[in-house]
């Protein structure tokens, strides 16, 4: 009892999912919403509408059963008249079942097809998605590329600087030592000069001394000369 009033509640469930939207919940979905296998739970809805009186409508399924075989039900109406009610029942009960299979396959069919619609919906969003994400990669590419370019001329133009600053101090380096060497030849010669200044100072000195000395010798022989004169 606790089964059956279990399966009660799934089938009522399932119907309802059913009627919500068709489209969405198919067989499939609901059994699997329910943790049910699809054929026990068509099994059980079927086995309840059956004894309500109400058919199984399937997406796909034929709406009038009953013409499956048109040219069969005419001819046998009298001998079914006179069919044993256990036989009736039995036949009826096949042919039930068998529509109930065939519909049950049909919509399994449906469903199967409506999940392959989502798939290849699915598909297609994703192959859009993945374009996209291809373009943005080939943007992302050719962005890296004109960077590491952009970066090699960079790295290019500040060696170039590197090595005309680095001509520029070997050059200052040049002058530099020259103008130490000219402020050193400089600075002897005007030692040498203040040295010339001195021995000319000095040599100027010595023929003033020299002068003034034969100055006096001629003076003093003068006199002389002239005593000289006095006497003889």
């Not at 598909?123 to 943005?136: A, N, P, Q």
């Not at 030692?191 to 002068?211: P, S």
Request: glycine share 4%; charged share 35%; with cysteine.
């Amino acid at each position: 009892m606790a089964e059956q009033r279990n399966w009660d509640q799934l089938c009522a469930t399932a119907n309802k999912l059913r009627e919500a939207d068709s489209v969405k919940w198919t067989w499939v979905k609901i059994a699997s919403y329910l943790g049910v296998s699809e054929k026990n739970l068509y099994y059980h809805i079927s086995k309840r509408r059956e004894a309500n009186g109400t058919p199984v409508k399937r997406v796909g399924a034929s709406k009038n059963p009953q013409n499956t075989k048109p040219s069969s039900q005419p001819q046998n109406v009298e001998k079914t008249k006179s069919e044993p009610p256990k036989l009736k029942s039995f036949a009826t009960e096949h042919i039930e079942k068998a529509e109930a299979l065939d519909t049950f396959w049909k919509d399994r069919l449906n469903g199967i097809l409506d999940e392959k619609d989502a798939m290849q919906k699915e598909l297609r969003e994703v192959s859009k998605l993945y374009e996209e994400l291809k373009g943005i990669k080939e943007k992302l590419a050719q962005d890296l590329i004109a960077e590491k370019k952009l970066r090699f001329e960079t790295e290019d133009a500040l060696k170039l600087s590197q090595d005309q600053l680095q001509s520029r101090e070997e050059d200052y380096s040049t002058l530099l030592n020259e103008f130490n060497a000219i402020t050193e030849k400089n600075h002897e010669l005007n030692h040498d000069l203040r040295k010339m200044h001195i021995q000319v100072g000095a040599a100027n000195e010595t023929a003033a001394k020299e002068r003034e000395h034969r100055l006096e010798l001629q003076g003093r022989a003068q006199a002389l000369g002239m005593a000289l004169k006095v006497v003889l």
